[in-house]
């Protein structure tokens, strides 16, 4: 299938939903081991209960913010890979901080869809919401479908 017909498929309102994902003392040593990321912040509870950082107390450590970014990439990747697509951009702001025993839930919705001479471009709204349903994390994403792989 052309990527014009994968684009034309998509619609706005589509959604996409990521997989949850609980937040645990291993997953946050993981991402620090793979991100070189060792503040204490998200491993040191001593430090976070006797300390604020920028002003605000946490009470806990919480994970790497930049983790939000991979579990919307992987839950973008995952669905536009078979369709033809590519994840080309993503812009998020960070709400909430994600703590111990969280679950949190990625979410895109195709909220946009804008056909260009050079290529077919769908915008997503992306959220990151926890097991209460509170948005975490809010963005968007870009994504190109494309015959080729982009370079």
């Known amino acids: 299938m052309s990527a014009q017909e994968n684009f034309d498929k998509v619609q706005p309102g589509d959604i996409v939903e990521g997989r949850p994902f609980t937040v ?17 912040l998200h491993f040191d509870p001593d430090w976070m209960e006797k300390n604020d950082f920028g002003g605000t107390h946490f009470g806990g450590v919480i994970m790497h913010g930049m983790q939000n970014f991979a579990l919307i990439t992987r839950t973008l990747t ?13 812009e998020t702001r960070w709400i909430k901080p994600v703590k111990l025993g969280d679950t949190i839930t990625p979410e ?3 909220s946009r869809k804008n056909p ?10 992306v959220v990151v ?3 209460d349903g509170e948005p975490v994390a809010t963005g968007q994403a870009l994504a ?5 792989i982009p370079g």
Do not use: C, M
């Not at 645990?24 to 991100?35: H, V």
């Not at 369709?83 to 080309?88: E, F, L, Q």
């Not at 260009?116 to 709204?125: E, K, M, Y």
């Open 24 to 40: 645990t003392t291993d997953t946050i040593q993981d991402f620090g081991d793979a991100s070189l990321d060792y503040n204490p």
């Open 78 to 90: 995952d669905w536009l890979v078979p369709r033809g697509g590519y994840h080309r951009r993503l």
């Open 116 to 125: 260009t001479d050079s290529g077919h471009w769908v915008q997503f709204d």
């Open 108 to 110: 895109a919705t195709v």
């Open 144 to 148: 190109e479908f494309r015959d080729t």
């Open 129 to 131: 919401k926890n097991q």
